[in-house]
């Protein structure tokens, strides 16, 4: 079993700056994939980041310039830079990885969710 365990949401006014946290535990052989969702008030959840392998990235084109995501493999975390917030921005923020579970097959999951809302 694979847990991912989210921190670093919360309150901040628009222009300001979050970093989220999220470290995967349990047993699995090793991370394809780990990244970001969000699913905003009303609204399907989407793709914010995601980070393919040891450093291929892909970002939604709403937070590129503004986003970093980043990896360390040593503890198995992926961090969510998100600076310039917006109140757009403001959604329950997910932890999403790809797992390794044996040789060549993956298995997706999720963490619990973290809010951030952006807002004065």
């Known amino acids: 079993q694979v847990q991912l365990v989210e921190s670093g949401g919360g309150l901040v006014q628009p222009g300001g700056s979050l970093r989220l946290s999220c470290a995967a535990s349990?047993?699995?052989?090793?991370?394809?994939?780990m990244g970001w969702y969000r699913q905003p008030p009303g609204k399907q959840r989407e793709l914010v980041a995601l980070?393919?392998?040891?450093?291929?990235?892909n970002y939604a084109d709403s937070v590129k310039g503004r986003f970093t995501i980043s990896r360390d493999n040593a503890k198995n975390t992926v961090y969510l830079q998100m600076n310039s917030l917006k109140p757009e921005d403001t959604a329950v923020y997910y932890c999403y990885g790809s797992m390794y579970i044996e040789s060549l097959r993956r298995r997706n999951y999720w963490g619990q969710g973290t809010q951030v809302t952006v807002s004065s």
């Open positions: 980070i393919i392998g040891g450093d291929t990235t």
């Open positions: 349990g047993t699995f052989l090793g991370i394809y994939a």
